[in-house]
C-alpha cells in the first residue's frame, strides 16, 4: 500500500512538473513599427539587437511581426502577440502590462518653422500641437491644451508650411527622416522638449507576465555586467543605464 501511494505521489508530481515546464514560453511573439536602425523590417536595428540578448540566451525565440503602432498595441490586447515596441510607460492601461525595466529612452522633440517662437515645456500649451495618433503625448507634455492626431508623417511639413498646426511632437529619429527628405531642412527649427523612457507593453495574461518577468530579471543581469553597452555603441546611440 505504501508503494502503491508512492508511485502515485510520484505520477501527480511529475505530470505536474510536466505541465509546468510546458507552459514555459519559449518564444516571444513582439509586434513593432517599423522605425529605421531600430527595429528593421530585415530583422536588423538597435531594439531588435537587444531583445535577441535579453530572450534568446535564456531560451526563448524572437518572433517579430511589423504592424502600424496601434495595430501593435491591438494585437497584445488580444493576445495575438506577447508584447509590442516603443511604448511610454502607462501610456495603455487596459490589458496590458509593464515591466519594471524600460529598455531605451525617446528624445522628444518639437518641429516648427523658424519663425514661428522657440518652445519650453512652460509655453507649449500655447502652440497649436500635431503628433501621430496613438503616442498619447498629453500624457507626458504639461499643460497641453491644442493638439490633433494625424495617422501618418507624411504631409506633416506642408501642415507646418500652410499654417495648419505650429508644432510637431515626434522623438529626434523620426524628425531626422522627416528632415532629410525635403530639399529646404533650414526652413525649420527643432527644439528638444524631454525624454521618456521606452518599454515592451506585455499581455495582461499568464504567458505575458512570465515573459515580463523573464525581461526583467535579464535586464537586471545585462545592465549589471554591461553586455548591453555594445549594442547601444554599435547603434551609435547614447547608454541610457549609467
Not at 2 to 17: D, I, Q, Y
Not at 33 to 45: A, R
Not at 115 to 123: A, E, G, R
Not at 209 to 227: H, I, K, N, P, T
Request: net charge negative; proline share 6%.
Amino acid at each position: 500500500m505504501k508503494r502503491c501511494w508512492g508511485w502515485l505521489l510520484w505520477a501527480v508530481v511529475s505530470v505536474a512538473s510536466g505541465l509546468a515546464n510546458a507552459t514555459e514560453p519559449t518564444q516571444v511573439r513582439i509586434a513593432a513599427e517599423t522605425w529605421p536602425g531600430h527595429t528593421e523590417v530585415d530583422g536588423s536595428g538597435m531594439a531588435w539587437d537587444i531583445f535577441r540578448l535579453v530572450f534568446e540566451p535564456a531560451g526563448v525565440q524572437l518572433q517579430v511581426q511589423h504592424v502600424p503602432y496601434t495595430r501593435s498595441i491591438g494585437l497584445v490586447q488580444r493576445g495575438e502577440a506577447d508584447a509590442w515596441v516603443g511604448s511610454y510607460l502607462n501610456e495603455v492601461r487596459h490589458q496590458v502590462f509593464y515591466p519594471r525595466w524600460n529598455y531605451d529612452f525617446d528624445q522628444i522633440v518639437a518641429l516648427g518653422l523658424k519663425s514661428t517662437p522657440v518652445p519650453t515645456l512652460d509655453n507649449l500649451g500655447s502652440f497649436r500641437l500635431v503628433w501621430v495618433r496613438g503616442y498619447e503625448y498629453q500624457r507626458y507634455l504639461p499643460n497641453l491644451h491644442q493638439y490633433r492626431e494625424v495617422i501618418r508623417r507624411s504631409g506633416i511639413l506642408g501642415m507646418l508650411d500652410q499654417g495648419h498646426a505650429d508644432l510637431y511632437i515626434d522623438a529626434l529619429g523620426e524628425l531626422s527622416d522627416i528632415l532629410a527628405a525635403t530639399a529646404e531642412p533650414s526652413r525649420y527649427r527643432m527644439t528638444p522638449l524631454t525624454t521618456l523612457p521606452l518599454y515592451l507593453g506585455f499581455a495582461d495574461n499568464p504567458r505575458g507576465r512570465a515573459l515580463a518577468e523573464l525581461f526583467d530579471q535579464r535586464m537586471e543581469q545585462l545592465v549589471a555586467d554591461g553586455s548591453l553597452r555594445p549594442i547601444f555603441k554599435r547603434w551609435q546611440q547614447p547608454y541610457p543605464f549609467d
